[in-house]
């Protein structure tokens, strides 16, 4: 059973950064796909950014493209997700979650684990 806990969320302001944590631990991780969804108030759980198992390939949704950064240090079962230019839309819960297998797939439901969420507030 694996868990995901994430952490760095907060108060941002526009045109600012953060940086999101997500700690695995519990399972294998090394071989998966791992990725990063948020989810704000009255709307549907959305793909952010996911990350290939070998850290080289990745894939961002067209809103958070040029701005955000995913990124993976196997070694401490980790992924990161560094968030640039903040905007006011960027405001959620941000999740991170882990997909038994290599490929990246944009879809929540093909994502077995989830963290709890770490909440993101952006002013402007």
């Known amino acids: 059973q694996v868990q995901l806990v994430e952490s760095g969320g907060g108060l941002g302001q526009a045109g600012g950064s953060l940086r999101l944590s997500c700690a695995a631990s519990g399972g294998t991780f090394s071989g998966y796909t791992m990725g990063w969804f948020h989810q704000a108030p009255g709307k549907e759980r959305e793909f952010v950014a996911a990350?290939?198992?070998?850290?080289?390939?990745?894939y961002y949704a067209d809103s958070v493209k040029g701005r955000f950064t995913i990124s993976r240090d196997n070694a401490k079962k980790m992924v990161y997700l560094q968030m640039n230019s903040l905007k006011p839309e960027d405001t959620a819960v941000y999740y991170c979650?882990?997909?038994?297998?290599?490929?990246?797939?944009?879809?929540?439901?093909?994502?077995?684990?989830w963290g709890q969420g770490t909440q993101v507030t952006v002013s402007a």
């Open positions: 979650a882990l997909r038994l297998a290599r490929n990246i797939v944009r879809t929540p439901d093909d994502y077995a684990y």
């Open positions: 990350i290939h198992p070998n850290g080289a390939i990745t």
